[in-house]
C-alpha cells in the first residue's frame, strides 16, 4: 500500500456515510425521497475524493489497500448529485479494470447507476427501483439473457437470484415504497434534470 494517510482518509468518509445511512435506517427515513442531510454529506465526501484523485489518481487496491478502494467505490457510486464527478470516475475505474488494478464489479455497478440516472438501459442488472407493485425491481435493461451472461462473466449471481436478495433487504431495512409512486418517479425526474444527468 502506497498511500497509509489517505487510506484511513478514504475509509473514514465511508464510516460517515455508513453512519448516516444506519441513522435514517433506524428512524425510517431511508427511503423518503433523498434526504437533505444524506445529499450534503455525498457531495461533500465527493468533493474530498476528488481532491484524493487528483493527487494520486483512481484509489487502487494496490495505492490504498483493499478496503479503502471498496470504500472509495462506494463514495463514487453515493456521489449521485454530481454526474462530472461520476463519469470521471468511472473512465478511471474503466482503465484501471483493464489493467487489472480494480474490481470488474466496482465497474458493473458504476456504468449501471450512470445509464439508470441517464435513463438508458442498464447492462448487468445491478440497480432497483420500486415498481407499481410496491416491490424492488431491476431498473430498465435491454435482454435478460445477455444480463445474466455478463454479470455471470464478472463473478455475480443471476438477476432472478439478486432480486430475491435485494427484496429481503429492503423487508430487514423496513424499506418502503413510496405511497405516492407517480409523484414520487416525477420528483426524481425534476431532481436528475436539476443536478444534471437529463435535461
Known sequence: MEYKNISEKIIELQNAD????????????????????????HNRNANELDIIISKIGYPTIEKVGTEASDSAWLLIQHAIGKPD????????????????????????????????FENKPQTYGTQFGWDENGQLSPNLYE????????????????LQE??????????????KAPQDLKYWKKEMENWKKSVGWTK
Do not use: P
Open 18 to 41: 455508513l453512519r448516516l445511512r444506519n441513522k435514517l435506517i433506524a428512524k425510517g427515513e431511508l427511503g423518503d425521497g433523498y434526504n437533505e442531510e444524506m445529499a450534503n454529506l
Open 85 to 116: 464527478f461520476m463519469k470521471k470516475c468511472a473512465k478511471l475505474l474503466d482503465k484501471a479494470v483493464q489493467e487489472n488494478k480494480a474490481d470488474a464489479k466496482h465497474l458493473a455497478y458504476l456504468t449501471d447507476r450512470i445509464a439508470v
Open 143 to 158: 435482454d435478460l439473457n445477455k444480463v445474466n451472461q455478463k454479470r455471470k462473466s464478472i463473478g455475480l449471481n443471476t
Open 162 to 175: 439478486q432480486t430475491k436478495i435485494i427484496r429481503l433487504q429492503a423487508e430487514q431495512e423496513n424499506h
